[in-house]
Structures are given as structure tokens and as C-alpha cells.
């Protein structure tokens, strides 16, 4: 699997990880299975303990756990520093609402027989979280922290490329006081993988990551007849009506496409103007990105930061220059970046055609793909015409009718005058080739649970 931390700024090589020991591997399922025995029978409270720790270690160690970020994926420091609070408050919210969330719930008794039902919500097993580079502590977070919190172990298999991020949170747990096995990292193979999922022990999967790994993912647990959840990947339209703040909406258009090097599964990666406006929003859509400099992650001046690697770097200048090649045009939007390290220029593509393969495609950094629409039935027809539905955005001065807009655009999440993203309570998640399930808010911990019904029948009722 090639384990490694590659600087993608410098494109060096600064540690490599050995993979996981099939004999390694049954030690480590064997220890997790026995942990969550006795997780499963703790409080809620003691739970809480561990988890709230967690999060307490990760404000206090910020930066050191943030430098980890930059160096392995290549992350604005800043945007790092970010990234651990935000996980930081993942931990907090499970670890403060779970109680209430999981709390047993009386069913009314409609068949007026004099039933007393409740459904209860228990821990099912071990978990096996398949994560993805980008956001390397929040995406372990949000399945972490309900998880634990609900009763149940994880298992983690990280990206080859966050090696150290990843065990950096394996380690985090243990300092909080979680025992050996209730968080385990795994540096696993493909094949050690189909173990996995194959074994009686883990009962479900949680994975955020591209088509091809999820449809792959899914199908396995599928025939072992195991759930799955499913993040998978996206291409949000960023709607902006003609009565649109063009200020906000010009401001929001650049964070939305650029937060995170551009590489968001919920990055505004489709902007569709009003023809009316289009021009005007284009042109300051342009001059705002010509001010981000790209350069060093670590300098607070950097705008845009190197891409996670450089095959991932390669791959956007290859869809850009297909794109190019079936009609479309290719506006430079940003400073020429460094000719080191995994850098791609900015980039607004327009002229884009439904029969340009890019049309179809996820664009994964710095590239945005600019449309115009007649109106606003085109704009939504627009937005619809993808096979993801992961988030979208609509801008527009009337909040109550953006609502109604974002009503008809087929998503799992649509924020208005605001481009797509995400909090401990608000559910994350979509549908189409996006994937299936929830994560965070009360949805979230409810993948993994067992919701039993315990109904109880007097004696003399009718059969």
C-alpha cells in the first residue's frame, strides 16, 4: 500500500510505514473485539470522559497536531488549525448530546390494546472506518465520536498518504484514556481490507472516498450482508440568482471553491450565474483570485496552497486539458504558481457543453467550472444534471424563495447564501453516486446502533 508522508510542497519523502502484518492483523481484531465487550457496558459517562478528553488534548496541542495536517496533505496551516478545532467540537457535541440521542423512546400504543413499547438504542460491534486525505482528524471525528459514544470500537484504515495524521489519532485517544483496542489504525493492505469486511467481528462500514472505492467497499459488505454508509464524491452548484448581494456572493464563490486547496468533497465546484449578472460576477470572480498567492503552506501570505500530491495534481491538469480539447476554455485565474512541488494554476472553465467528458466529472482542487443559465428553471436544470448530489448553494436576497429553489435541486444538503458545509449538528451526507447514510447530528450516531423494539403485551390481550 506504500505508507508514506511525501511533503507536497517540496515533493520529499519524510517517513514511510511498513504495512500491517497479517498476523498483526487477527492481534489487532482479537484486541478490539475483547475492548468492545467491555466498552459496550460502560456509562454513558465514563464515555464521556475519554471522549471530552480528546477533544481537550486537541485545543491544547493545536499547532503540533495542525503541522501534521500541512505537512502530509499540504493544508493552509491556518485551514489546519481549523480543521482540529472543528474536530475538537465533533468530540464535544457526541460526547455532551449522545445520552439524549440514544435515550429509549416510547411508542404510543395505536392499536389500543394497552401495549407498553419502547425502542432502545444498543451497541452493535466493531466498526470499520475507511477515511479519505483531505480532512484527516474531522473525517476521523465525525465517525469516531458518536461511535464511541454509542457503545461501539473502530477500526481505521487511513489514506496512504496521512500515515502519520492517522496514527497521530490512535495516540490521541490512548492519551485520553481509552483502552488499548477501542481505536485501532491500521496501515492495511486492499486484501487485508476484504479480511476485514469478510470477518463475523466487524458488523458495518463507514467510508468517505471516491465512487470506484465505495462501489467496491459497498459490494463486499453486501454480500457478507453488512450496512454501509457512504460519502462518496460531489460537484455542488453554486446557485446565484439575479437578486443576489453580488459582494456575498463573490466572496462565498471563492471560499467555496478554494477552502481546502479546493479539494472538499462539498467544494462550490459549479458556479451557475443569472446570464444577466454573469459577466460581472466572472470578471470579479477572477480579479478576487488573482489576489491569492500560492506558496508555502506555512506562510500566513499563502493563498493557495500544493495540492495533496502530485499524482492528484497530474490528474486535474489531465481533466482541465481534456476539457479544453472537447471546447471548452480554460480563463487563468490566479498568480502562475511555483514550478515546485504538487501546484496546479487557477483555473474558471468555461464554454462547458453536456458532451465534454468534464461536464460529468468531479474536479478535485483548484478549477471551478463557470456556467451561465437563462433562468432560474435553467440554473436549477443545471445543478441537476450531475450524477453526484452531495451539496449545493443558492444566493439570492430572498431567503424564503431560495428555499423553495433549493427544495427542487437533488441534494442530501443545500445551504443558502452560503456555500455547503458542515457542523457537529447539522447532518452530512447525499444521495445519487454522492452515497448513502448520514454522518453527524442525531442522524449520525443512529447508523451503527441497534434500535430494538422491547414491546410489552398484558396478558389478556387479543391475539
Known sequence: MAYKTV??????????????????????????????????????ADRRRIVKK?????????DDYARLLTLEMGKLFRESQAEVELSASILDYYADHAEEFLAPQKVDDVAGRGDHAVII???????????????????????????????????????????????????????????????????????????LIDDPRIIGVALTGSEGAGAKIAARAGQNLKKTTMELGGSDAF???????????VKWAVWGRMNNGGQCCV???????MDDIADEFLSRFQQALEKMQPGDPMDDATGVPPMS???????????????????????????????????????????????????HQELFGPVAMFFRARDEDEAVRIANDSPYG???????????????????????????????????DLPFGGIKRSGYGRELSSLGIQEFVNRKLIDIVPADAAA
Not at 55 to 62: N, P, S, V
Request: aromatic content about 8%.
Open 239 to 249: 446557485i446565484v440568482l439575479s437578486d443576489a448581494d453580488m459582494d456575498q456572493a
Open 54 to 62: 480528546a477533544a481537550q488534548l486537541l485545543r491544547e496541542q493545536t
Open 7 to 44: 511533503n507536497p510542497y517540496t515533493n520529499e519523502t519524510t517517513a514511510t510505514f511498513p504495512d500491517l502484518k497479517d498476523t498483526e492483523l487477527s492481534a489487532c481484531l482479537d484486541q478490539a473485539q475483547a475492548t468492545y465487550e467491555d466498552w459496550s457496558t460502560t456509562s454513558f
Open 390 to 424: 452531495l451539496g449545493g448553494s443558492v444566493f439570492t436576497r430572498d431567503t424564503s424563495h431560495g428555499a423553495e429553489v433549493a427544495a427542487r435541486i437533488e441534494t442530501g444538503m443545500v445551504f443558502i447564501n452560503h456555500p455547503t458545509w458542515t457542523r457537529a
Open 121 to 195: 438504542s444498543q451497541p452493535m460491534g466493531i466498526i470499520l472506518a475507511i477515511e479519505p486525505w483531505n480532512f484527516p482528524y474531522y473525517q476521523l471525528a465525525r465517525v469516531v465520536g458518536p461511535q464511541f459514544m454509542a457503545g461501539n470500537a473502530v477500526m481505521v484504515k487511513h489514506a496512504s498518504n496521512v500515515p502519520q495524521s492517522a496514527a497521530a489519532f490512535e495516540r490521541l485517544f490512548l492519551s485520553a484514556g481509552a483502552p488499548a483496542g477501542l481505536y485501532t489504525n491500521l496501515y492495511a493492505t486492499h486484501e487485508q481490507l476484504e479480511r
Open 309 to 359: 500530491s502530485q499524482g492528484a495534481a497530474d490528474q486535474l491538469r489531465k481533466q482541465v486539458e481534456e476539457a479544453v480539447q472537447h471546447g471548452a476554455k480554460a480563463l487563468r485565474a490566479g498568480p502562475v504558481p511555483p514550478t515546485q512541488g504538487a501546484f496546479v494554476q487557477t483555473t474558471v472553465l468555461t464554454d462547458v457543453k453536456p458532451d465534454n467528458p468534464v461536464y
Open 267 to 273: 467544494a462550490s465546484k459549479r458556479i451557475i450565474v
